[in-house]
């Protein structure tokens, strides 16, 4: 399987077992330089930063989310969104700044120059998200993040982590978290 290919099976499998609905968010972190097997920030590719963004896309298609993409911290992690995001999620905060390869790293700067409309927020909480490369996206996704282990666990030679996220649980020990069914 090429680097496309390997994402969109990762991306999902998370789709799947986090129940990620059209028009939520998952934050996408990726390190071109570690799946080349360099270290974190050396050595941008923007070939492969193409095949992630591919990858994404074509899971997108099949799920409707809205793909957040996390820049480097030249940019303070600031995410390239579809502008649309803006109006779906009025709290995001719009920052000024065009993502490159060497200021945002490769992979936010393709996908910024392939959207339509593209704009950078200050930060998202995410429903899930994949970090290819230990870019850390934590502080992208909702509080109570459950981790997921795809059976994808490298893309070339960088870890792959995921996680989906859920409510909060509230209450104590007479709480009920799901509704039973009536019986009929």
């Not at 492969?48 to 899971?59: H, K, Q």
Request: hydrophobic residues 45%; neutral net charge.
């Amino acid at each position: 399987m090429d680097i496309a290919d390997l994402v969109e099976k990762a991306l999902c499998e998370l789709i799947d077992a986090g129940r990620l609905k059209a028009g939520q968010i998952l934050v996408v972190g990726a390190s071109t330089s570690e799946v080349a097997g360099r270290r974190i920030g050396t050595s941008g590719s923007e070939e492969v930063a193409a095949a992630i963004v591919a990858g994404v896309e074509r899971a997108r298609e099949r799920a409707g989310f809205f793909p957040a993409y996390q820049c480097c911290e030249h940019l303070n992690r600031a995410l390239v969104v579809d502008r649309l995001l803006l109006e779906r999620y009025p709290g995001l905060v719009e920052v000024a700044a065009v993502p490159a390869p060497k200021a945002g790293g490769a992979t936010a700067a393709r996908a910024y120059r392939e959207m339509d409309d593209p704009c950078l927020v200050e930060s998202v909480q995410a429903h899930a998200g994949i970090d290819i490369g230990d870019t850390l996206i934590g502080m992208h996704l909702r509080r109570v993040a459950v981790p997921f282990r795809p059976s994808v666990r490298r893309i070339g030679e960088a870890n792959v982590t995921m996680a989906y996220t859920r409510p909060p649980y509230i209450g104590g020990p007479r709480a009920i978290y799901t509704l039973e069914p009536a019986n009929q």
